[in-house]
């Protein structure tokens, strides 16, 4: 248990669907992140949410869209995915931003893409 | 450009040591961590190292050379159970992680 929970934790989804992961926080932490991981890839990181601001966006298509309605939820919207997309998605906190903060990762929704 | 290196597979046999090495190229340093993933499960904080020099913590240890570039993860009295993928990032002057693609270590009887 991390602290970080993630829902649900396996998604098969067509390419018409629209569907949402879900993540919550239980460490009072400020800052929340989504990563994409892919097999034998380094981890990517999405988006990030500092005090519920979105601060990074790294150039991730349009048809991957978050909601942070408080610090300690953060959602992606997933609609009209590509088999491309299919990947571990991982939800993770932090107290802060800045250099020595640990991040803490959910356990990841795996998410196929039909 | 930002990048950080590391082995992507490593065998070694219960009970030994074994060292898994990663170096990095950043824009500035703020540190860099090691996390252990098992399969099918999330990241797990081991460590953080911003100072030169070496850190244990029990049978894990971490090494940081700032003038290098380098670090590695020292794996000591080895269990089945450090089967995992061994995940090294560095942080640069935005605090943004720099990833590895990480170590999958695997552990022989």
């Known amino acids: 248990e991390t602290g970080v929970t993630q829902t649900p934790r396996h998604l098969v989804m067509g390419m018409t669907n629209k569907k949402s992961l879900k993540c919550e926080q239980h460490l009072g932490h400020n800052a929340m992140y989504w990563y994409k991981q892919s097999a034998k890839k380094p981890l990517e990181l999405m988006f990030v949410?500092?005090?519920?601001?979105?601060?990074e966006n790294n150039s991730v298509p349009s048809r991957f869209s978050p909601e942070c309605p408080n610090s300690s939820h953060l959602f992606l919207h997933l609609h009209t995915l590509q088999p491309e997309d299919s990947a571990l998605y991982l939800c993770a906190s932090s107290q802060g931003r800045d250099g020595g903060n640990t991040i803490y990762f959910g356990e990841g929704s795996w998410l196929t893409v039909v | 450009g930002q990048n950080i290196d590391q082995p992507t597979e490593m065998t070694a046999t219960e009970g030994a040591i074994v060292q898994i090495n990663c170096t990095y190229q950043t824009s500035g340093f703020n540190g860099l961590f090691w996390y252990q993933q098992h399969a099918g499960e999330a990241p797990t904080f081991l460590s953080y190292n911003v100072l030169d020099g070496l850190e244990e913590k029990g049978r894990f240890s971490s090494f940081l050379s700032r003038s290098k570039g380098y670090s590695y993860l020292l794996l000591k009295e080895l269990q089945m159970k450090d089967s995992a993928s061994y995940l090294c990032a560095a942080m640069d002057s935005n605090y943004q992680l720099i990833w590895g693609a990480g170590t999958k270590l695997i552990i022989k009887p």
């Open positions: 949410y500092n005090f519920k601001e979105q601060t």
